[in-house]
């Protein structure tokens, strides 16, 4: 294997016999179109798992994962039969843009799946998604019917190992890059980047301006391209940027001050954040503290 693959590993995480985690960074080209890789495995047989009672992670003995809010991702699922909401999945299936948890269960103790994580938009940009039809709903890549999707699903299904998939998912989305730019998608990379960097929630309106289009026009573009509003993807960055400064602050060592970094990330006050962790993330911020840190230094939108 080439030396530049294990630079672009850059987690291996195994948290006992029972979860194995690796994340893989995608090539150079791909890296503003794809946040990460996550090759997940979940281990074990009702027989061998003793559920905790509190602990979200079981649900009658069976392992659960849940999948936290995102922007769009497809996901990969296999040698195993997995309930996704009231969906009984096996093979690839596209996930849109979501503010809610979602629960990998398995019917048989254990899964195997690869996720492909997209920065905000780029769903849009590299596969041509109207991430507005396809919020809050998960797809099969049957129900899809996009022959691009069908390709990948290729990849996965004769393809036995993370570090093999990851080189031929980069040739596929390469295969898929804008031939021109796509200026709406430079407009929603310059939105993300002023929300990020904005002190206090900024507006729809100012969002506008920022993208220089008229308010109405940026609406149905960000739709498009983001799959929730302006407001909804405001409220979903604000919790994966706390969830990624608690993991950063668990992985240096420091303590982790919940109140502070409510009031860090523009919460009113820490009931405003639990408030958000229990309607987004389906557990308290302390509970998340104790479940979900630390998994890499950098956010993962898997438990541990």
């Keep these: 294997m080439c030396m530049s693959f294990f630079l672009r590993t850059f987690a291996l995480i195994l948290n006992s016999k029972a979860m194995f985690f690796q994340i893989i960074q995608p090539v150079e080209a791909l890296r503003r179109y794809i946040s990460r890789y996550v090759f997940v495995r979940a281990e074990g047989s009702t027989d061998t798992m003793t559920p905790p009672n509190d602990d979200p992670r079981f649900v009658n003995g069976k392992h659960v994962q849940p999948l936290l809010p995102n922007y769009g991702s497809l996901i990969f699922v296999r040698n195993a039969v997995v309930e996704i909401g009231n969906k009984i999945c096996d093979g690839l299936f596209l996930f849109g ?24 938009g780029a769903m849009h940009a590299l596969l041509g998604i109207d991430l507005q039809q396809c919020a809050g709903q998960v797809l099969s890549v049957h129900e899809c019917a996009d022959d691009g999707l069908t390709g990948c699903d290729r990849i996965f299904k004769t393809t ?11 040739a596929f989305f390469l295969g898929h890059l804008p031939h021109k730019t796509d200026h709406n998608y430079e407009r929603i990379g310059a939105v993300v980047l002023a929300c990020d960097e904005a002190k206090e929630n900024i507006s729809a309106s100012e969002m506008a301006s920022v993208a220089c289009l008229g308010e109405r ?3 149905r573009v960000f739709r498009t391209y983001v799959g929730i509003s302006p407001k909804q993807f405001i409220r979903l960055r604000r919790f994966h940027r706390t969830i990624q400064t608690m993991q950063q602050q668990a992985a240096n060592g420091k303590p982790i001050d919940l109140m502070s970094i409510a009031l860090q990330h523009g919460y009113y006050d820490l009931s405003h954040m639990a408030l958000e962790f229990q309607q987004m993330g389906c557990v308290s911020p302390s509970h998340f503290r104790m479940l979900g840190i630390p998994l890499t230094a950098d956010f993962s939108v898997f438990f541990a």
């Excluded at 036995?160 to 980069?170: F, W």
């Design 97 to 120: 843009a979501n503010q809610t948890t979602l629960g990998l269960t398995t019917l048989s103790g254990w899964f195997e799946g690869m996720l492909v994580d997209f920065e905000p």
């Design 217 to 219: 026009q940026f609406l």
């Design 160 to 170: 036995p190992r993370a570090e093999e998939i990851a080189p031929l998912l980069d």
